[in-house]
């Protein structure tokens, strides 16, 4: 006669936390991600367009300063693009590693935050630079992301874990 192993599911499986929602904090669930839509893009924009303030006034600063037979050709304006881009990267990089949130943000009361509601550390910080660099590259497809993700969130945020919060 053969011997009939009896397994118990309570013993050898841990039970699933249902109320896992409850120990979540707000910020964290998408119906609050995809209310920050709107903020996220205006505050994104007016970034931008510090940003480009900024490169503006290089732009007529170094006009001003070219000799008067210079003439730009593709490789000219290849190095302005690089700047530029650059200059973008570096303004949303300090931003983030300084204060979790950028001028834009500040002004719509937004803030970057990890999901213990806790502002960037250093290496979040990194990777959501990495993430925005990742963003941005495939025609900042990365960005549009939060349009069409489940949690609307975009590469950035996930790539390093993070939130957007109101404050």
């Excluded at 924009?45 to 593709?74: C, Q, S, Y």
């Excluded at 009361?109 to 250093?122: A, F, R, S, W």
């Excluded at 497809?141 to 609307?152: A, T, V």
């Amino acid at each position: 006669m053969r011997k009939r192993t009896i397994i118990s599911i309570q013993d050898d499986q841990p039970g699933l936390d249902f109320e896992e929602a409850t120990h979540s904090l707000p910020f964290t669930f998408p119906e609050y991600q995809r209310q920050m839509l709107a903020p996220r893009i205006a505050a994104g924009l007016i970034d931008l367009a510090i940003v480009a303030l900024i490169f503006g006034i290089f732009l007529v600063t170094t006009g001003l300063e070219m000799p008067d037979n210079f003439t730009p050709d593709r490789r000219v304006f290849g190095i302005y693009g690089a700047c530029y881009f650059a200059l973008v990267t570096i303004y949303f990089f300090l931003f983030m590693l300084s204060a979790s949130q950028t001028p834009g943000m500040k002004y719509l009361g937004l803030i970057v935050v990890t999901p213990e509601d806790i502002p960037l550390d250093p290496q979040r910080a990194c990777w959501r630079g990495a993430g925005y660099l990742i963003s941005t590259l495939p025609l900042l497809l990365g960005f549009g992301w939060m349009l069409i993700d489940p949690e609307h969130l975009t590469w950035a945020d996930k790539v390093s874990g993070t939130y957007i919060k109101k404050i």
